[in-house]
């Protein structure tokens, strides 16, 4: 995604570019948030105006800052929060200059010059620079291994210092510094948060909400110390630790500095605009030159500097309405701020200090970890601080920034909307209907409600083009609910839904968790769960074996299978019957077995009173009947004859079917037995997205029924036929043709990598045959009969996976293994009036 | 402990997100259930359905999904949720001191 701009100087194309065009050239220095925003919006109004540059100081498109945080904490990648790609650029015809930063203006002649000595004319000059991390300058600060947290290159260096793991010091307890510790804790770091004021966050919420949060913190294994103030940075070549200024030595291999921001206003300085605190600029972002605009962190706007990214939409927005011609005027922001730490929900806005006439309305549930305050001044909501239960924090603030009199709402204020609204009967279409057009539903992406509903009446009619047209939603997915209402609202039942999503616990469909779970290295449920918003505690029981299967898939050998997630014939290793006794059968290699196997079976049948003997079409014997406080020692007894389980009861590999082929048959061509019996051998235990079955026929007669298979083998007089997708249930299938084989070594690779393609790319509870029709049997065979090397890869990757789960499953149940599964907690006995434990 | 409380074990014994039974001599199974925010609950082992093992059964909120037709019960009330109509009888039960206590006057009057 790297995009470097040119670094050969060529003013004479310039200079041939601009005869040929002859539009006003508008130069914007600095491709961050501030910058890009301006110009779409001044796009959105007047896409011809003007010939457009931007010069970006960072080798990168423009992508979403305020977003660095989840990409440090693994939840995001950086093509996740691009904002505007280079085909943006292209298709607009901004010339993107990046990685080249403007190091002078010449207001008298009109024309910036950049780093690499690049010299361009402007007609109008556009400042969005930002602004810098503050590094206070105690000694030490310029140590190797002092940073601040801004941008990409900040990140990849949290993330270098992470991979050596080790200790690190987050300087400040603000929004930035909290994020930047909770990254670094989940990369594995030993993280001390030093905070100079004696609560958390203290410009953001209120002692009682910092407080809550520093528990949580810690509890999450963070070291939190408030009212720590920072005496020196010690170290020799790089950083060792941090002095306290009562001598306390914390030691640290990576120190954050995260202690505020400062304009970056240099650049306007040295060219003699006018700067207080930030460049000033008047209320259509014009500076003191009126070629010159300036917006975002760097200005200063009726004395206010802001270092939130809401105030910086609405400046964009006066900012475009004036270069199109019709000045609409920015009079400043009301801020609201919401921390980006997963699993901790904090909101805060407006005014909270409290003070003359200030009335504070305050609700806490203790039990559930909630906090919520309301401040009210003369009938109207100054300021709101919510901890634990944030989702009434839009309403508040809409509130707040309306002024609205809250007199007829004041009792049930604190309850929030869908109480104060009406009895207490949450309706949130109501609650969606009722907010205003400015309502700002997606955080992330500065979207307001008029733009959401303005996209869906485009024509996004579903949850997915909305998140492709305007964005809202597509980051965190926190406003995913509003989204969907407003979707319902405008379309009630024309809503289109989106790929299917797992179950109603989540908006995400199965192809998006899987990616998510491996592109963010996911590795537990309640992880899974927590990072993309279910909304309920632990799932149900659709989602939970489905989840609990891909993170097994994800990660062989790594992750600890969650009894409690899967279906009862998983969890028993046997088949619940309806009586809620069990069957059970024991693996018969290729359908062959022996008098020693048939005698322990004829054994059990007796020994557990078994009611039932059959034989499968599977071709092997299924005892009925067994009580599952006997199946332990059912399978001791079978393991001692050496039987293992034959996962007839899991989305496994079930069965190798054969014929017996060129041993024993007229016309068998090939050893079916031989080869269903090594095949079984090495795809036995795996367990797949559904039950998998597979057969060897010996000749094209078939007689295993090879073709009505998951993995169908028939052997011919030249080799191997290898079959895919059949399915002989409620809609019978009949395979199609992968490939041809002449070899038993290529039968057994292609069984292996078409078995891990099915893991890794079909959906939960989906058969081969499904997920084929799905696909389609063509990008099969290019993944598995054409791509030798990505078969090779696919085979390896099933061979690993399948080095850990070859264990008998009742071996370690006949040893005792999860007893409390198999046995009651206890008895009771009425009449000897006693029980026990 | 003989009493109206009956004390069946440790509540570590039952695991979180799951359940173990309790056989009741002359009588039906009791299924004691642990949810993934440690509350504990007791049902007669029967789903009102086909009578399935609920102890078998995939615990999620406060609902269990009966192992044999997945329909789901609120482990509070007995009630079969959504559509499904039903309801299996609930034991009082509580824990104190770590140990769980399940009433002896439900129990016989369930099990019964």
């Known amino acids: 995604m790297d995009f470097h701009g040119s670094d050969k100087v060529d003013d004479n194309a310039d200079a041939a570019w601009e005869r040929r065009d002859p539009r006003p050239h508008l130069v914007v220095i600095g491709n961050g948030m501030a910058g890009c925003r301006a110009v779409e919006e001044l796009l959105a109004r007047d896409p011809g105006r003007y010939r457009i540059t931007i010069f970006g100081a960072e080798p ?23 904002i505007n790609d280079t085909a943006w650029y292209a298709d607009n015809g901004i010339t993107l200059v990046a990685g080249d930063a403007v190091t002078a203006i010449d207001r008298a002649q009109k024309i910036v010059t950049a780093a690499s000595g690049r010299v361009l004319a402007y007609d109008r000059l556009l400042i969005a620079t930002g602004s810098n991390p503050f590094i206070i300058p105690v000694p030490g600060h310029d140590l190797p291994g002092v940073i601040g947290f801004r941008d990409l290159a900040d990140v990849d260096r949290m993330l270098a210092a992470a991979d050596k793991g080790g200790a690190a010091v987050v300087i400040g307890g603000g929004l930035l510094g909290l994020e930047a510790a909770h990254g670094l804790s989940l990369r594995g770091m030993r993280v001390t948060v030093l905070h100079l004021m004696p609560t958390l966050m203290e410009r953001q919420l209120d002692e009682a909400a910092g407080w809550l949060l520093k528990q949580e913190l810690e509890r999450r294994g963070q070291t939190i110390l408030t009212g720590a103030d920072t005496a020196e940075i010690v170290g020799s070549d790089a950083v060792e630790g941090v002095r306290l200024k009562d001598g306390t030595l914390i030691p640290a291999s990576l120190v954050v500095m ?51 990214v809401a105030p910086l939409w609405e400046m964009c927005r006066a900012l475009a309405d004036g270069l199109a011609g019709s000045p609409s005027g920015y009079r400043g922001s009301v801020t609201s701020t919401k921390l980006k730490v997963s699993g901790i929900d904090v909101f805060s806005a407006g005014d909270f200090s409290g003070g003359e006439g200030a009335e504070d309305i305050v609700l806490r549930d203790a039990s559930r970890g909630i906090y919520k305050r309301v401040v009210v001044r003369d009938d109207r909501i100054v300021g709101a601080v919510l901890y634990g239960d944030t989702a009434d924090g839009g309403w508040y603030f809409d509130m707040l920034r309306k002024q609205e009199d809250v007199a007829d709402l004041r009792d049930l204020l604190i309850f929030g909307q869908a109480f104060a609204a009406g009895g207490g009967a949450a309706d949130p279409l109501s609650a969606v209907a009722a907010l205003s057009d400015d309502a700002e ?104 074996p489905a989840l609990n299967y891909y993170l097994l898939c994800a990660l062989p050998g790594d992750y600890a299978d969650d009894q409690q997630s899967r279906f009862v014939n998983e969890r028993m290793h046997a088949n619940i019957q309806k009586d809620g006794t069990y069957s059970v059968v024991p693996r018969m290699w290729g359908g062959i077995t022996n008098p020693r196997e048939l005698r322990a079976i004829a054994d059990v049948v007796e020994k557990y009173d078994a009611p039932m003997v059959k034989v499968t079409g599977g071709q092997r014997l299924d005892i009925f009947g067994i009580r599952k406080e006997d199946l332990p020692a059912v399978w001791a007894d079978l393991n001692a004859a050496g039987m293992v389980s034959g996962h007839a009861y899991g989305k496994s590999l079930r069965t190798v079917k054969t014929c017996v082929g060129s041993e024993w048959c007229r016309f068998g061509t090939q050893d079916s037995t031989g080869l269903g019996v090594r095949i079984e051998r090495m795809t036995w235990g795996s367990w797949m997205p559904h039950k998998f079955k597979i057969a060897v026929s010996g000749c094209p007669r078939n007689c295993a029924e090879a073709t009505i298979k998951d993995f169908g083998v028939v052997c011919v007089d030249s080799g191997y036929e290898l079959h895919v997708g059949g399915n002989g249930g409620i809609k019978v299938r009949a395979t199609d043709l992968l490939c041809r084989v002449s070899t038993e070594q290529e039968a057994l690779d292609h069984v292996a990598a078409f078995i891990q ?26 993944r598995i009969a054409q791509d030798a090397v990505g078969r090779e890869a696919l085979r390896a990757r099933f061979l690993f996976s399948q080095s850990f789960s070859q264990d008998d499953p009742w071996a370690a149940r006949a040893a005792g293994a999860d007893r409390d599964l198999h046995a009651p907690v206890g008895a009771f006995k009425p009449r000897q009036m006693e029980e026990m434990a | 402990m003989i009493g109206d409380w009956l004390d069946i074990g440790r509540v570590e014994e039952i695991p979180l997100r799951g359940s173990r039974t309790i056989p009741v001599e ?16 007791a049902l007669l082992n029967q789903c009102p359905h086909k009578k399935g093992p609920l102890s078998q059964g995939i615990i999620h909120g406060h609902s269990v999904a009966c192992p044999l037709h997945n329909w789901s019960i609120a482990l509070a009330t007995g009630e079969a949720q959504g559509d499904d109509k039903g309801c299996t009888p609930t034991i009082p039960v509580r824990v104190d001191g770590g140990r769980v206590l399940l009433c002896r006057a439900g129990t016989l009057k369930a099990a019964a």
Not at chain 1, 262 to 290: C, F, Y
Not at chain 1, 456 to 479: E, M, N, P, Y
Request: proline residues 3%; charged residues 20%.
């Open chain 1, 60 to 82: 990168h498109v423009n992508y979403n800052r305020i977003m660095l945080s989840p990409v440090l904490a693994g939840e995001k990648t950086f093509a996740e929060i691009v």
């Open chain 1, 757 to 782: 393609l099915y893991r890794e790319e079909a959906r939960y509870l989906e058969r081969t045959a499904p997920w084929i029709e799905r696909v389609g049997i063509g990008y099969i065979r290019q």
């Open chain 1, 258 to 308: 995260a202690v505020g921001i400062r304009p970056n206003v240099a650049l306007a300085r040295e060219a003699g605009l006018a700067v207080g605190r930030g460049i000033q600029v008047d209320d259509d972002m014009v500076t003191s030159d009126p070629a010159i605009l300036a917006v975002g962190e760097c200005v200063e706007h009726r004395g206010q500097v802001y270092g939130l």
């Open chain 2, 26 to 41: 002359g009588g039906e199974e009791i299924a004691v259930f642990r949810t993934g925010d440690n509350r504990v609950f």
């Open chain 1, 441 to 544: 539903i997606c955080g992330c992406n500065g979207v307001s409600k008029a733009k959401v509903v303005a996209c869906i009446s485009g024509g996004a009619h579903s949850l997915d083009a909305v998140r492709g047209g305007c964005k809202a939603s597509a980051s965190c997915g926190s406003c995913t609910g509003l989204v969907e209402n407003l979707l319902a609202l405008a379309l009630g039942d024309a809503v289109e839904a989106g790929p299917k999503t797992i179950c109603r616990c989540t908006s995400f469909g199965h192809d998006d968790v899987r990616r998510e779970i491996v592109a963010q290295g996911m590795r537990s449920i309640p992880e899974v769960m927590q990072k993309l918003h279910w909304t309920t505690p632990d799932g149900c029981s659709s989602c939970r």
